[in-house]
């Protein structure tokens, strides 16, 4: 079993920015390969993908409504996956999701929401114009 907690997530201003964590437990990363990714969902819509990273983090994807905008790391030592966010839009408001599974190898990332065994509670994001 894995735990994940986000956190960092507030209200800030359209045009800024926020450095949103998930710290995950139950298995380290150290010696379990696992993709990990942020997905988000607002008031009405599906649950969507935002950005994945493979266990060695030489690997990323994003969405094409945050690429540039966004960017995905983690720290294996801390059990820790990132998502840094600048340029921030009212658009991006939402729930914002981590999640983690295991991965055919260590250079492999997801980026379904079916994809994923485990999930965090969700922290939320409010972005004003």
């Known amino acids: 079993q894995v735990q994940l907690v986000e956190s960092g997530g507030e209200l800030v201003q359209a045009g800024g920015s926020l450095r949103l964590s998930c710290v995950a437990s139950?298995?380290?990363?150290?010696?379990?390969?696992?993709?990990m990714a942020w997905f988000r969902q607002a008031p009405g819509k599906e649950r969507e993908f935002v950005a994945a990273?493979?266990?060695?983090?030489?690997?990323?994807h994003y969405a094409d409504s945050v690429k540039g905008r966004f960017a995905i790391s983690r720290d294996n030592a801390k059990n820790t996956v990132y998502l840094q966010m600048s340029s921030l839009k009212p658009e991006d408001t939402a729930v914002y999701y981590c999640a983690t599974t295991t991965a055919y190898n260590s250079t492999t990332y997801y980026i379904r929401t079916t994809d994923y065994d485990y999930w965090g509670q969700g922290t939320q994001v409010t972005v004003s114009s």
């Open positions: 990273i493979s266990w060695s983090g030489t690997n990323t």
């Open positions: 139950g298995r380290t990363f150290s010696s379990y390969v696992m993709s």
